[in-house]
């Protein structure tokens, strides 16, 4: 599962730079936003592993940002997914949610998702626009 890894490395570092581009360009004067609750959280990751499960690219980038998007591409889905199938397996519960984090970037809220698969545990941390409660970084790691 090394190249799945390689390739989810590969997203969050792409994700995490134009993060960091975007964070640098937001306005000082912010209206206050709703957080995202554990519930909601566990509801958008649920989605996005079923999608996962069926091969639902729209469905699994229906909570991504614009970023996310062009990043996560409906090709790179299939190729990951494909290479998971193959090692993890199928989704098949969520374990625990857990945030926010500490120490994330203003504007942005992180959470820990552990998700049971058939063959093994991840942890998948999502990092939140706190404005928009679109995913704006995913990142998968084995084990829980």
């Not at 519930?39 to 980038?61: C, H, K, P, R």
């Not at 199938?85 to 625990?96: D, Q």
Request: proline share 3%; with cysteine.
């Amino acid at each position: 599962m090394s190249t799945v890894y390689g390739k989810v490395v590969t997203l969050a570092a792409a994700l995490l730079l134009l993060f960091a581009v975007g964070a640098c360009a937001a306005a000082e004067d912010v209206d206050p936003v709703t957080l995202l609750t554990a519930e909601q959280v566990t509801g958008i990751a649920e989605n996005m592993l079923q999608a996962y499960n069926s091969g639902d690219y729209a469905a699994f980038e229906r909570d991504l940002a614009p970023v996310g998007q062009a990043l996560l591409t409906e090709d790179f889905f299939n190729d990951l997914r494909d290479e998971a199938m193959a090692t993890a397996g199928e989704f098949v519960a969520i374990e625990s949610v857990e945030g926010p984090l500490p120490g994330g970037s203003e504007g942005h809220s992180q959470w820990q998702v552990t998700a049971q698969f058939q063959n093994t545990t991840e942890t998948l941390t999502l990092t939140f626009d706190d404005e928009t409660n679109r995913i704006e970084g995913l990142e998968f790691e084995p084990g829980g």
